[in-house]
């Protein structure tokens, strides 16, 4: 059964960071991608970044690009999501997801499997 749980949310001031940590286990495939997803009040569920296990090909949204870091320590099977320079705007639920292919798109999130039960991110101005 796979699971996905996130930690490491929480209430920052502008320009402050966070690392979100994700925490993935009982997965089937040796190699998959694990994205952040995040969902603001009122609005749909976008991708932000994404990372292939096997290569650490990665992806990000356009509105974080030189913001955010996305990683993974294999053996661990963790997956990181550093976010400087934060903004107003980050404010959202962020969620894990996970899904078996490589991919330079975010799939959209009635597509993908396997989510994490999400975690708070509150930036103030």
């Known amino acids: 059964q796979v699971q996905l749980v996130e930690s490491g949310g929480g209430s920052v001031q502008a320009g402050g960071s966070l690392n979100l940590s994700c925490a993935a286990s009982g997965f089937g495939y040796t190699y998959y991608s694990v994205a952040w997803f995040r969902q603001a009040p009122g609005k749909e569920r976008e991708g932000v970044a994404s990372?292939?296990?096997?290569?650490?090909?990665?992806n990000y949204a356009a509105s974080v690009k030189g913001r955010f870091t996305i990683s993974q320590d294999t053996y661990k099977h963790m997956m990181y999501l550093q976010m400087n320079s934060l903004k107003p705007e980050d404010t959202a639920i962020y969620y894990c997801?996970?899904?078996?292919?490589?991919?330079?798109?975010?799939?959209?999130?009635?597509?993908?499997?396997?989510w994490g039960q999400g975690t708070q991110v509150t930036v103030s101005s």
């Open positions: 990372i292939y296990t096997a290569d650490n090909f990665s």
């Open positions: 997801a996970a899904y078996s292919y490589k991919a330079s798109f975010f799939p959209r999130s009635a597509a993908i499997p396997y």
